[in-house]
Antibody, heavy 117, light 107 residues
Framework: QVQLQESGPGLVKPSETLSLTCTVS????????WSWIRQPPGKGLEWIGY???????KYNPSLKSRVTISVDTSKNQFSLRLSSVTAADTAVYYC???????????WGQGTLVTVSS | DIQMTQSPSSLSASVGDRVTITCRAS??????LNWYQQKPGKAPKLLIY???NLQSGVPSRFSGSGSGTDFTLTISSLQPEDFAIYFC?????????FGGGTKVEIK
């Protein structure tokens, strides 16, 4: 079955850009929507945005000015870039596949990104 | 944005108890409501999609109901492995939004 794995730096300095990649295995990235979600330590879940395999995107308006999600179908990967980070962006970042009515399944295991100097 | 409100925020229950968690949307979302279970240090796991459809592999003691603005997740007989945090999520419109979570603890 499809599995997702996030990768990227665990520590980012304030004002810099957070960059993460999600690698999809066990299935093709083509034909589906793929999402990024984050969860600050001890808090709830926030949807960041999604990308269709063709490259069309939708972002959360709360983050839209700082977010870019891209896809590389040749590598079966999609990526997240979040610019001008602050401590408030410290969170576990998850990638997930979207179902036909935008449920999220499966999820990657998550990766903790800490914003600190 | 559609606001999702879960209640209670936490509950204590015993093994074998029937547990009900509610989720209310700030506007009608038809049946575009999904439920997830999250255990410590793990990613959320989909339990129920579009209000009442049981995800493959999820035990039948989990069930979901509701439409419009009010939804319910029921665990018919709580098992030790069910102690976790449960989240609802609306998929009626973007941005996708989640409830604040319900922590189910051992009494």
């Amino acid at each position: 079955q499809v599995q997702l794995q996030e990768s990227g730096p665990g520590l980012v300095k304030p004002s810099e850009t957070l960059s993460l990649t999600c690698t999809v295995s066990g299935g093709s990235i083509s034909g589906y929507y793929w999402s990024w979600i984050r969860q600050p330590p001890g808090k709830g879940l926030e949807w960041i945005g999604y990308i269709y395999y063709s490259g069309s995107t939708k972002y959360n308006p709360s983050l839209k000015s700082r977010v870019t999600i891209s896809v590389d179908t040749s590598k079966n990967q999609f990526s997240l870039r979040l610019s001008s980070v602050t401590a408030a962006d410290t969170a576990v970042y998850y990638c997930a596949k979207e179902g036909s009515a935008d449920w999220l399944d499966p999820w990657g295991q998550g990766t903790l990104v800490t914003v600190s100097s | 944005d559609i606001q999702m409100t879960q209640s209670p925020s936490s509950l204590s229950a015993s093994v074998g108890d029937r547990v009900t968690i509610t989720c209310r949307a700030s506007q009608s979302i038809s049946r575009y409501l999904n439920w997830y279970q999250q255990k410590p240090g793990k990613a959320p796991k989909l339990l129920i999609y579009t209000a009442s459809n049981l995800q493959s592999g999820v035990p039948s003691r989990f069930s979901g109901s509701g439409s419009g603005t009010d939804f319910t997740l029921t665990i018919s007989s709580l098992q030790p492995e069910d102690f976790a945090i449960y989240f609802c999520q609306q998929s009626y419109s973007t941005p996708l939004t989640f409830g604040g979570g319900t922590k189910v603890e051992i009494k």
